[in-house]
């Protein structure tokens, strides 16, 4: 079965600089966990970043793909919890990886954290501006007015 165009939720995700780069932090992690994977401690490190840099990505897929409704800012807040601990998990791995590395692990997430919250508080705005728009309703045409 062949697949047709994709949705438009799925054009706005691809379209989503910080789900872009999400998508390349958790690539970058590959090396990242061969390197901790050869000292024991690092070997329980390395597992919970593998979860929570998969998670940053996961969120913002599932808060595209149920629209652009109230879900969406709950699944970006998810996914903002979850840079802020793969940051912190970064920060200390310094005894294993090297502090280049660290440093643009954390500007990577830095980014995306600065992006959720930004992205966050525009659809939150945008909500509330909707959410506060009187509604004008207009006399039915069947019934006459009023004097």
């Known amino acids: 079965m062949a ?24 690539q970058d992690f590959w090396p990242d966990s ?5 000292d024991y401690r690092g070997r329980e490190l390395v597992k919970q970043p593998v979860r929570s840099l998969d998670s940053i990505c996961a969120n913002i897929e599932e808060g595209f793909g149920r629209g652009f409704s109230k879900e969406l800012p709950q699944h970006l807040k998810i996914a903002r919890g979850e840079a802020r601990e ?13 502090p280049e590395t660290i440093s643009q692990r954390t ?41």
């Open 107 to 147: 500007a990577a997430l830095d980014h995306i954290i600065g992006g959720l919250t930004n992205t966050i508080n525009t659809i939150k705005s945008k909500q509330k501006r909707v959410a506060n728009t009187p509604v004008t309703r207009h006399p039915s045409p069947v019934t006459p007015a009023s004097k």
């Open 3 to 26: 697949i047709g165009n994709t949705t438009s939720s799925q054009d706005r995700l691809e379209s989503f600089g910080i789900y872009r780069l999400a998508r390349q932090l958790f």
């Open 86 to 98: 793969s940051r912190g998990r970064y920060l200390r791995c310094h005894h294993l990886l090297s």
């Open 34 to 38: 061969e390197i901790l994977g050869k």
